[in-house]
């Protein structure tokens, strides 16, 4: 079976600076993808971004990306210019493209100092 | 709105007591799913469907039951057998034709306490 871990179950970040989120998976397959959750403290949970593994090309959404090495089976993600709304629980997923379920890390709880 | 509506937010049940959560979508989606977390756990797959009147179980499928009679709802019971079932509980639907990501959406969750 799929396994997703997040190895950092607690980062905090200083407002308008970078941090880097780790995840890495277990898998056989080739065709994935592979999805960064928020879930602030409403508990709702928000797709922050998403990758193809079929795609060499690292996703970007405005001030959140990721790095992505198929190889290492890494999926790490980075938030720029951290913002206050920033603080919250992310969660690194991963889902078969045979549309199956999609499998959790355990979380990490990120803080953005003012 | 389209979305996933869970109901109740708040659930209180007593022991030896069977309870059922509401899940409802307008998504038009195909798949559905309930998940349950726990501090520290991340989200552990209870049940998903894939299609109506069928449906797998996941890893902690143990004292829980769920049907699929409608595409739009897939209720989850929460029956006595479940041994420690205080926790939050999310439903979840994503679209499996047409090209998609894969991405799953999310209801806002309901949160279970055993007294």
């Known amino acids: 079976a799929q396994t997703v871990t997040q190895s950092q179950p607690e980062m905090s970040v200083q407002e308008a600076e970078t941090v880097t989120l780790s995840c890495t998976y277990d898998t056989s397959e080739s065709d994935y993808y592979l999805f960064w959750y928020k879930q602030p403290p409403s508990r709702q949970m928000i797709l922050v971004i998403r990758?193809?593994?079929?795609?060499?090309q690292n996703a970007t959404e405005n001030r959140f990306s990721v790095n992505f090495q198929k190889a290492a089976k890494s999926f790490s993600l980075k938030i720029s210019d951290s913002q206050l709304g920033d603080a919250a629980m992310y969660f690194c997923a991963y889902r078969s493209a045979r549309h199956d379920d999609m499998r959790f890390g355990a979380g990490t709880r990120l803080t953005v100092k003012p | 709105d389209g979305g996933i509506t869970q109901s109740p937010k708040y659930l209180f049940r007593k022991e030896g007591q069977n309870v059922t959560l509401s899940c409802e979508q307008n998504l038009n989606h195909d798949a559905m799913y309930w998940y349950r977390q726990d501090p520290g756990q991340g989200l552990r797959l209870i049940y998903y469907s894939q299609i109506v009147n069928d449906f797998q179980k996941g890893d902690i499928a143990e004292g829980y039951s769920v049907s699929r009679e409608k595409k739009e709802s897939f209720p989850l019971t929460v029956t006595s057998a479940q041994k420690n079932p205080t926790a939050f509980y999310l439903c979840?639907?994503?679209?499996?034709?047409?090209?998609?990501?894969?991405?799953?959406?999310f209801g806002e969750g309901s949160r279970l306490t055993v007294l």
């Open positions: 990758q193809e593994a079929y795609k060499q």
């Open positions: 979840a639907s994503s679209m499996e034709s047409g090209g998609t990501t894969g991405e799953l959406f």
